[in-house]
């Protein structure tokens, strides 16, 4: 299991960490600050250095509890070597913005209207989260975005803790993407916007509301009879 420095501190630019294994063009980390994709979120990018010799990140993901990291070259690279790793920080501080926009959206939804997420993709122009809902008006819309925008405009802080599983469980509303978790889990992480929303996830969040930026619903798709996507994108 590869250690994860980001779910205590989204804001770990660089590392240094022990290579565990080298595959292909892929190493394994003993720990690492590279958010690896999944949960809607996209992967980091960025380099590591071992030896005084630079590789750079092109892809990161998880396998069985493992981040892999896809490099450039791993000419060089063994097991038990030391490296340091730095992630592309603009980068994640925009995915980290947009899916601290998209909790707020998502809080402001089912406190107003009841529905789940059942889908979601962050993208850095735009991003796109989907409803099991028949209906959402124009007039809904711009209530939602109004609302969101308040939430983010009173800056309030995000926080991450940890719940115990049974304790998670009596807190229905903290899982709206309930079939992401893996079931043997104990604890929880869970991300809460101040009072206002809390949800379980493994993702990487702003510190403070005030850091969104704006957010703009942006236009709406029907994906089939009671399922309605939704687009966002932030202004500064
Ligand atoms: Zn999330």
Same mark, same amino acid.
């Given at each position: 299991?590869?250690?994860?420095?980001?779910?205590?501190?989204?804001?770990?630019?660089?590392?240094?960490?022990?290579?565990?294994?080298?595959?292909?063009?892929?190493?394994?980390?003993?720990?690492?600050?590279?958010?690896?994709?999944?949960?809607?979120?996209?992967?980091?990018?960025?380099?590591?250095?071992?030896?005084?010799?630079?590789?750079?990140?092109?892809?990161?993901?998880?396998?069985?509890?493992?981040?892999?990291?896809?490099?450039?070259?791993?000419?060089?690279?063994?097991?038990?070597?030391?490296?340091?790793?730095?992630?592309?920080?603009?980068?994640?501080? %925009? $995915?980290?913005?947009?899916? @601290?926009?998209?909790?707020?959206?998502? /809080?402001?939804?089912?406190? *107003? =209207?009841?529905? #789940?997420?059942?889908?979601?993709?962050?993208?850095?122009?735009?991003?796109?989260?989907?409803?099991?809902?028949?209906?959402?008006?124009?007039?809904?819309?711009?209530?939602?975005?109004?609302?969101?925008?308040?939430?983010?405009?009173? %800056? $309030?802080?995000?926080?991450? @803790?940890?719940?115990?599983?049974?304790? /998670?469980?009596?807190?229905? *509303? =903290?899982?709206? #993407?309930?079939?992401?978790?893996?079931?043997?889990?104990?604890?929880?992480?869970?991300?809460?916007?101040?009072?206002?929303?809390?949800?379980?996830?493994?993702?990487?969040?702003?510190?403070?509301?005030?850091?969104?930026?704006?957010?703009?619903?942006?236009?709406?798709?029907?994906?089939?009879?009671?399922?309605?996507?939704?687009?966002?994108?932030?202004?500064?």
């Amino acid at each position: 299991m590869t250690e994860l420095l980001y779910l205590d501190d989204s804001y770990l630019k660089e590392f240094s960490a022990n290579i565990a294994s080298v595959a292909e063009n892929k190493i394994e980390l003993d720990k690492t600050a590279f958010y690896p994709r999944g949960g809607g979120q996209l992967g980091d990018i960025g380099k590591i250095i071992a030896n005084g010799k630079e590789y750079a990140v092109k892809s990161v993901e998880k396998n069985s509890g493992k981040v892999l990291h896809e490099l450039d070259s791993f000419e060089g690279l063994q097991a038990g070597m030391q490296i340091s790793g730095a992630i592309d920080w603009e980068r994640r501080y %925009a $995915m980290m913005r947009m899916h @601290s926009a998209a909790h707020v959206l998502a /809080a402001v939804i089912y406190r *107003e =209207i009841g529905s #789940l997420i059942t889908g979601n993709q962050l993208g850095f122009g735009e991003s796109r989260m989907d409803y099991n809902v028949k209906d959402f008006d124009r007039n809904l819309l711009q209530g939602f975005e109004e609302k969101a925008n308040e939430i983010v405009g009173s %800056a $309030m802080p995000i926080t991450i @803790s940890y719940i115990a599983r049974e304790e /998670a469980m009596k807190i229905p *509303e =903290i899982f709206r #993407l309930r079939d992401l978790f893996p079931k043997v889990i104990s604890d929880f992480r869970v991300i809460s916007i101040g009072d206002y929303d809390r949800q379980a996830d493994g993702g990487t969040h702003v510190r403070n509301t005030k850091e969104i930026g704006k957010i703009k619903i942006t236009r709406l798709d029907n994906k089939g009879a009671e399922n309605r996507r939704i687009y966002f994108e932030l202004a500064d």
